[in-house]
Nanobody, 116 residues
Framework: QVQLVESGGGLVQPGGSLRLSCVVSGTIFSIYTMGWYRQVPGKQRELVASITGGGNIRNYADSVKGRFTISRDNAKNTVYLQMNSLNSEDTAVYYC?????????WGQGTQVTVSS
């Protein structure tokens, strides 16, 4: 059974940092491109960052370029999202994701709230 479990969210002040983690089990993690998405109520889920299986290609949404860094450790079946210089517009539920051979897989999400 494939599982994705995110952690690391929380409340942080503007300008602060958080690191999200997503541990994947039940599949061959290293072959999949992994993505971090976020969603706020009333809006569509948006792709924040993605990283290929080998980690050599990373893409970012314009809104997070230069502030967020996606990385992965294939030995630990884990993908990370380092988030720096956070602002209120980064407040959202963050989800990790990969597209399997027959369907998309999602974690349960972790809440990130940026507020003073």
């Amino acid at each position: 059974q494939v599982q994705l479990v995110e952690s690391g969210g929380g409340l942080v002040q503007p300008g602060g940092s958080l690191r999200l983690s997503c541990v994947v089990s039940g599949t061959i993690f290293s072959i999949y491109t992994m993505g971090w998405y976020r969603q706020v109520p009333g809006k569509q889920r948006e792709l924040v960052a993605s990283i290929t299986g080998g980690g050599n290609i990373r893409n970012y949404a314009d809104s997070v370029k230069g502030r967020f860094t996606i990385s992965r450790d294939n030995a630990k079946n884990t993908v990370y999202l380092q988030m720096n210089s956070l602002n209120s517009e980064d407040t959202a539920v963050y989800y990790c994701n990969f597209m399997g051979t027959t369907r998309d897989y999602w974690g349960q999400g972790t809440q990130v709230t940026v507020s003073s």
